[in-house]
């Protein structure tokens, strides 16, 4: 069992095409977490882009599957078994309907919430990992949705974005550590002044 390991997960579609829509949030997240705490350069492992370094007292693996998003649950399941986890220390960053933009929610277990990312993800190793639900807002009617998250964030979204992007990054260390709790309260913290 690896010492105070974390794998953290993005979800997201790979190629150029797909980098600045909505259901790349995942992988946006990851990027700035590797780049805010120096780590070593993204390379080919796991079915995917993969890096590791320490971010505060922990070890943390980075993991953007390769695979498409349907699929992702398939490298999330060679991570995890190669570095001999637990379903309870992956963390997996994706984007969420449900949830107001900018919004964030931590949670372990649940369903897949129509994210093809997450429903591979149960099926490979089970439904007990922590989910970090980032909000893109709902387009409104259920015709709307697909276009809604393969669609680019707006410049208006940058606004709250951006803030977002680097508060997460500023506080990986609270889910490294295992503290869900002030990970959000931090984050809610750093972007409280985006919208309310």
Wanted: aromatic fraction near 8%.
């Amino acid at each position: 069992m690896a010492e105070n390991g974390k794998l953290l997960v993005g979800l997201g579609n790979p190629g150029s095409r797909y980098l600045s829509n909505r259901h790349n949030v995942g992988f946006m997240a990851l990027d700035a977490i590797a780049e805010r705490h120096r780590f070593p350069p993204w390379k080919k492992r796991f079915l995917g882009a993969f890096t590791d370094g320490r971010i505060g007292n922990g070890r943390a693996w980075l993991l953007l599957p390769g695979t498409y998003m349907n699929e992702s649950g398939n490298a999330v399941s060679q991570a995890m078994n190669y570095f001999r986890l637990t379903p309870g220390d992956v963390y997996v960053f994706h984007d969420e309907l449900d949830l107001a933009p900018g919004k964030i929610r931590v949670r372990q277990g649940g369903g897949a919430a129509g994210n093809n990312g997450i429903r591979s993800v149960i099926a490979h190793i089970g439904a007990e990992f922590n989910r970090v639900r980032i909000g893109i807002g709902h387009p409104g009617h259920k015709a709307a949705v697909q276009p809604w998250v393969l669609g680019d964030f707006s410049k208006a979204e940058r606004e709250w974005l951006t803030p977002l992007l680097e508060a997460i990054a500023d506080n990986a260390d609270c889910l490294v550590a295992g503290d869900e709790a002030n990970f959000m309260n931090r984050v809610a913290l750093a972007t409280s002044g985006q919208d309310d």
